[in-house]
């Protein structure tokens, strides 16, 4: 018998979404930005190419120092991280032993579970009302950390503000505000950073910023907090090519407003036009929408819309089991998936 830890060995692991290694899908199922990054960001990576051969600079400065300025705050308050999922993992590591408490909602990031229970600490579950939202302050004081998604998913809106500011007034542990979807929003919860000492802000370059290929992601919080994560990370977290695009795309901001805003615009006709054709659909703070079909099975429109090459996530929670969650295109993506759609639909 390998000597496994318990609490690896009964975690059945996290699922990401499909990764077709074949081309041809339209891929509608893992949230990312279907806009490249400007092209101008590419200038002057061949430099950096030829410094493969030494360490990238372990603390992230330069990026940093860019996250800083985008997001107003004194870079010693940012750690950097290979993707948020790092921040969020680096989080668990830091502030809970084994055996203690973490918190979050039934339907939210799945990966959360998925960290807490590898690390061997208890898991507390709050569940979200019969919209799939947060309908009170969650509070929790036996949890040393709190993990909440705002936007979030799989239904995308961001949650209560007065009901997340009471849990961060309440906890008596971390609360981690997890904004991996925050710029197709109208708000964010940077100054929650203010009214607490208790709150970290985690930030990721996957979905917005068109980089979900490099893993970059931040954890913003006070001084104290980020200097103790830090000695948590992994010395090299990020590769030199992570934080020179990375850097680059930050200070592309009127570029990546514009993709938020197409993005946004696309969601508002999607949400319409699939309203149209029968579908229940949330409205969505987010690059993706919970829709239910309906006329069909989620499962069968699932399946029939792979079929045909179309990618959508479908997820065998029971409680989410009638829907599909749709991520955002290109409004051509979005025609394809449509008029796939109707094809089925008129069958
Ligand atoms: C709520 C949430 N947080 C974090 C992440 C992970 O982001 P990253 O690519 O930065 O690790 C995801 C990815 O789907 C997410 O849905």
Redesign the pocket.
Known sequence: MLPIRDCVRQTPGYTPGEQPQTPGFTKLNT?ENPYPPPQSIFTGLQTELEKVRLYPDPVSGALRRAAGRVYGVESDRIIAGN???DILNIAVRTFVNPGESVAFLDLT?SLYETITKVHGANIIQFSTDDKFELDKPLICPDAKLIFL?SPN?PLGKNLNRAYLEETCKQAQGIVLI?E?YVDFSDDDHLDFLDKFNNVIISK?M?KSYSL?GMRV?FGISSQEIIEEMNKVRDSYNLDRIAQFLATQCLENQDYFQGVWQKVRNTRTRLIKELRALGFIVFDSDSNFVLTSPQWMEASDLYNKLKERQVLVRYFKHPRISDYVRISIGTDEEIDRLLDTIKTLHES
């Open positions: 949230n993707g948020s999922d990031y998604a998913p997890d991996a990721t996957s979900a992601g």
